[in-house]
């Protein structure tokens, strides 16, 4: 009886170890948070540094930065360069359009 206590004992503490180890490891190797009401896991993505870098040029630079935001949220993506390369965010980034139907994203 005893030898069966220890046993169980020996397994439990062995399954703990093992879950917190792997708790670990992931805090560390993922960059997901968690957003909308569907608390899906969305990929990280630092808007204001990459739209700061991409309108660091414009002539209106608080206007771009704006514009940008929202296309980087929406869109989860943000062109590289200053200008141009907007194709690389796909449909959504370049069909995106103001009430006055101008397009919206930098």
Known sequence: MASRLL???AVLVFCIAQVSADAKVEDH?????VK?????????LNCEGLCKARCSLHSRPN??????????VRCKCVPPG?????EVCGSCYTD??????RLKCP
Not at 96 to 101: A, D, Y
């Open 7 to 9: 046993l169980v004992v």
């Open 82 to 86: 200053t200008a141009g390369n907007r």
């Open 29 to 33: 190797e993922t960059k997901a948070v």
């Open 36 to 44: 909308g009401p569907n608390r899906r896991l969305l990929p990280y």
């Open 96 to 101: 995106m359009t103001t009430h006055g139907n």
């Open 63 to 72: 206007r771009c930065n704006r514009a940008c935001g929202t296309c980087c």
